[in-house]
């Protein structure tokens, strides 16, 4: 199975296909309206701006399942994100990213990729922390831990990186201009 094999749902509820993408650079991430990481979203329009002509599409997919930090449903959330951060880029319907009811999508990227920490930076230690009182192992899984981890695909549907929610802005725009 390739990623260009997946679907997955608009927020208005049409079925979509990933081979829409085919031939792009794409980010994809799993996102919420009420974390500490939502700020993200602010870089991750400047990004969009600065890339989409390059070949670069965004795209989200608000996840409800850490915190209950997306309780809204798919028209409340868009509504916010294009409020507060202005966003551009393609916002999909409410998702799972983990568990039976994960997205297929979010199961194939999990399973092809690894978890490498969240690193030294204060936001890192304090997410290590928590995560290691809900589960002493949670290291060992390719899970998604916290809403807005990312993975970078090439234009040939490839993996290239998976960026944990502590990981620098700056090092996931750096890693998107290499590959575009």
Not at 44 to 63: N, R, S, T, V
Not at 132 to 160: P, V
Request: net charge negative; with cysteine; aromatic share 14%.
């Amino acid at each position: 199975m390739s990623m260009y094999d997946f679907t997955f749902k608009a927020r208005t509820g049409e079925e979509l296909s990933m081979a829409a993408y085919r031939g792009k650079v794409l980010l994809i991430v799993n996102t919420a309206t009420g974390c500490g990481f939502t700020p993200q979203y602010e870089d991750l329009q400047k990004i969009y701006e600065a890339d989409h002509d390059k070949g670069l599409e965004i795209l989200d997919f608000p996840c409800n399942q850490f915190g209950n930090q997306a309780p809204g449903d798919n028209e409340e959330i868009h509504t916010f994100c294009k409020g507060r951060f202005g966003i551009s880029f393609p916002q999909f319907a409410k998702v799972e990213v983990n568990g039976e009811n994960a997205l297929p999508l979010f199961k194939y990227l999990t399973s092809n990729t690894t978890f490498e920490g969240f690193g030294t930076s204060k936001a890192g230690l304090a997410m290590s922390a928590f995560l290691k009182i809900q589960d002493w192992n949670y290291k060992k899984s390719g899970d998604i831990k916290w809403n807005f981890t990312k993975f970078l695909i090439d234009r040939e549907g490839n993996i290239l990186k998976r960026f944990e929610p502590t990981v620098d802005m700056e090092t996931v725009k750096a890693e998107i201009e290499k590959v575009l």
